[in-house]
């Protein structure tokens, strides 16, 4: 378990889950993102990657990143923590600004930070495998002020759809370096890299505040500058969010896999993680292939936490009987 200290957890959860929209979309036509839906009738994948924040740290210094247009659909759920807690993008422009702006707003509060970013829409069989990775990635920040930890999963199968770190040699210090990243392999490239060693990519990220920060101050140095001075504007008006929304309205898009970490690789190193059940729920083909190997949990830990919006077990049965998608 986390010990006190300087670590805070910033859930992921403003993305659309486009990926997934065929599941994830009602009878009606409405799209319930991914994050707000449930492996069963349980608990939300977004609730699932809280619990998983709280194995680190507290709900005082866990944030949660979410969409202004998902409105609807986090307000209820998320009412427990503090409001600052809770940093709402008035815009989508891609995963790098969804990390970039809560980032600034922890660091605001807590120049020390050591972070941990957990995506809100995975799934993972063996909650502790992964983690005690995350309390060994913890415990390396002591010695790593500069550089940032990614977790790389060791594969159970070939998968093309999930994208890939190709690890180096080790650091000597417990990790290993980063050689490039493979998005989407065919499943012969996949299995090329399986066999030379590589991991699957879970976004799942440590590291201190101040070296995140820097990885972007070094890609994109003039977005931090004017994403800082709107907050500041913000805080000293008083305003909710006023000078940022507008902000976002000319900002690029930043995705940050492609445009922060790829491009320093020399900054990263990856920590691997035994296979532990991890899924990332991106295709319909990879909710059978979790349904087949995840246990209903029992009822009564259902009744103790909120459901999520939509069954993806339920969509997939319906989906199953209409298209003939493979069983669970």
Same mark, same amino acid.
């Given at each position: 378990?986390?010990q006190e200290s =300087?670590t805070?957890?910033?859930?992921?959860?403003?993305? =659309?889950?486009? /990926?997934l /929209?065929?599941?994830?979309? $009602?009878?009606?036509?409405t799209?319930?993102?991914?994050?707000?839906? @449930?492996?069963?009738?349980?608990?939300?994948?977004?609730?699932?990657?809280?619990? /998983?924040?709280?194995? $680190?740290?507290?709900?005082?210094? *866990?944030? %949660?990143?979410v969409?202004?247009?998902h409105?609807? &659909?986090?307000?209820?759920p998320? &009412?427990s923590?503090p409001?600052?807690?809770?940093i709402?993008?008035?815009?989508?422009r891609?995963?790098? +600004?969804?990390?970039?702006?809560?980032?600034?707003?922890?660091?605001?509060?807590?120049p020390?930070?050591? +972070?941990?970013l957990?995506?809100? =829409?995975?799934?993972v069989r063996?909650?502790a495998?992964?983690?005690?990775?995350?309390?060994?990635?913890?415990?390396?920040l002591?010695?790593r002020?500069d550089?940032?930890?990614?977790?790389?999963?060791?594969?159970?199968?070939?998968?093309?759809?999930?994208g890939y770190?190709?690890?180096?040699?080790?650091d000597?210090?417990?990790a290993?370096?980063?050689?490039?990243?493979?998005?989407?392999?065919?499943?012969?490239?996949?299995?090329? +890299?399986?066999?030379?060693?590589?991991?699957?990519?879970t976004?799942i %990220?440590?590291? *201190?505040?101040?070296?995140?920060?820097?990885l972007?101050?070094?890609?994109?140095?003039?977005?931090?500058?004017v994403?800082?001075?709107?907050?500041?504007?913000? /805080?000293r008006?008083?305003?909710?969010g006023?000078a940022?929304?507008?902000?976002?309205?000319?900002?690029?898009?930043? =995705?940050?896999s492609?445009?922060?970490?790829?491009?320093?690789l020399?900054d990263?190193?990856?920590?691997p993680?035994?296979?532990?059940?991890?899924?990332d729920?991106?295709?319909?083909k990879r909710? @059978?292939?979790a349904?087949?190997?995840?246990?209903?949990?029992?009822?009564?830990?259902?009744?103790?936490?909120?459901?999520?919006?939509?069954s993806?077990?339920?969509q997939h049965?319906?989906?199953?009987?209409?298209?003939?998608?493979?069983?669970?």
């Amino acid at each position: 378990m986390f010990q006190e200290s =300087d670590t805070w957890a910033l859930v992921l959860a403003a993305g =659309d889950g486009n /990926r997934l /929209r065929s599941l994830t979309t $009602v009878a009606s036509g409405t799209n319930v993102p991914k994050q707000f839906c @449930s492996l069963y009738e349980g608990p939300s994948l977004l609730h699932e990657a809280l619990c /998983r924040a709280l194995a $680190v740290t507290t709900q005082d210094r *866990t944030c %949660v990143v979410v969409a202004e247009q998902h409105r609807g &659909w986090w307000e209820g759920p998320l &009412w427990s923590l503090p409001p600052e807690n809770l940093i709402v993008q008035a815009h989508n422009r891609g995963t790098g +600004l969804g990390i970039l702006l809560p980032l600034l707003h922890i660091l605001s509060r807590d120049p020390h930070a050591q +972070l941990v970013l957990l995506p809100s =829409d995975h799934y993972v069989r063996q909650e502790a495998l992964l983690a005690c990775a995350l309390e060994e990635a913890l415990g390396q920040l002591e010695w790593r002020f500069d550089e940032t930890l990614l977790l790389g999963v060791q594969p159970e199968g070939l998968d093309p759809d999930l994208g890939y770190i190709v690890p180096g040699p080790s650091d000597g210090r417990g990790a290993l370096m980063v050689e490039r990243f493979v998005e989407k392999p065919s499943l012969a490239v996949a299995s090329e +890299l399986i066999r030379a060693g590589g991991l699957w990519n879970t976004f799942i %990220v440590v590291s *201190t505040g101040l070296a995140l920060l820097e990885l972007f101050r070094k890609r994109f140095p003039e977005i931090v500058s004017v994403m800082s001075a709107a907050l500041e504007s913000d /805080r000293r008006s008083g305003s909710e969010g006023t000078a940022v929304a507008e902000l976002y309205e000319r900002l690029p898009v930043v =995705d940050f896999s492609q445009d922060i970490l790829a491009e320093q690789l020399s900054d990263l190193r990856v920590l691997p993680v035994a296979p532990c059940g991890w899924s990332d729920l991106g295709t319909p083909k990879r909710v @059978s292939e979790a349904l087949r190997c995840a246990p209903r949990p029992e009822q009564e830990r259902w009744t103790r936490l909120s459901t999520g919006y939509l069954s993806l077990a339920a969509q997939h049965e319906r989906m199953r009987a209409v298209q003939g998608i493979g069983g669970v």
